[in-house]
């Protein structure tokens, strides 16, 4: 089978078909994945780690179209010209974006994201939480958007809490967790960019 991408969802789903056995390859566009996220040194680690559990990768790779017949795909074709046997592709992996082609009246921001205010307000009577909420999560610094099921959780706390009545302020700490072949990596905060890698042991 072959996964479209590298987000979390998508490696987390290589790495389960492949503890059940099942062939797995992964089209990516970038040279190693997660570098957006914890740059190059470990995006490779998790590149490194998912090779050796037998996962193939097809880096910096587009794909041009999906090759099958009677409704079932059978290869992908890539930019290149390379075709990828595959008779299953997810393509869950690709990342999402707002589904907010609806709402007419709110200013959004450039990728389609709801602007709410601490309180996970965007509009009198109107709150917003979870991967379409763009937020301030400090003071003096940019909104952000952050696509997480707990971070999800967390404003929907608050923006339930206010709609009955009370004037709470999400300031909790993004909180990141993603697992691969029995090993757990944790993420907190939450950074756009990055001045020093600083790795305390051995990746």
């Not at 914890?38 to 790779?61: D, P």
């Not at 109107?126 to 959780?153: C, K, M």
Request: aromatic share 8%.
């Amino acid at each position: 089978m072959a996964i479209l991408g590298s987000s979390f969802i998508g490696l987390e789903t290589a790495a389960a078909l492949r503890k059940r056995g099942v062939q797995v390859t992964i089209i990516l566009p970038d040279k190693v994945p997660f570098e957006k996220q914890f740059g190059e040194r470990v995006g490779t680690m998790f590149r490194e780690l998912h090779e050796r559990n037998g996962v193939r990768f097809h880096l910096q790779a587009r794909v041009a179209s999906l090759e099958g017949e009677e409704g079932n795909v059978h290869e992908v074709m890539l930019e290149s010209g390379e075709h990828i046997a595959a008779d299953l592709v997810v393509l869950l992996g690709t990342g999402v974006a707002p589904a907010t082609g609806f709402v007419e009246g709110l200013p959004l921001q450039k990728d389609g994201g709801v602007i709410v205010n601490a309180g996970m307000q965007a509009a009198p009577g109107l709150y917003a939480a979870g991967d379409i909420a763009v937020f301030p999560l400090r003071e003096n610094e940019e909104p952000v958007r952050i696509e997480h099921w707990r971070v999800a959780q967390q404003q929907a706390r608050i923006a339930a809490q206010n709609m009955c009545g009370a004037r709470n302020r999400y300031n909790a700490m993004p909180f990141f967790w993603t697992y691969h072949f029995g090993k757990n990596f944790e993420y907190l905060g939450h950074a756009s960019e990055w001045d020093e890698l600083v790795v305390d042991g051995d990746l």
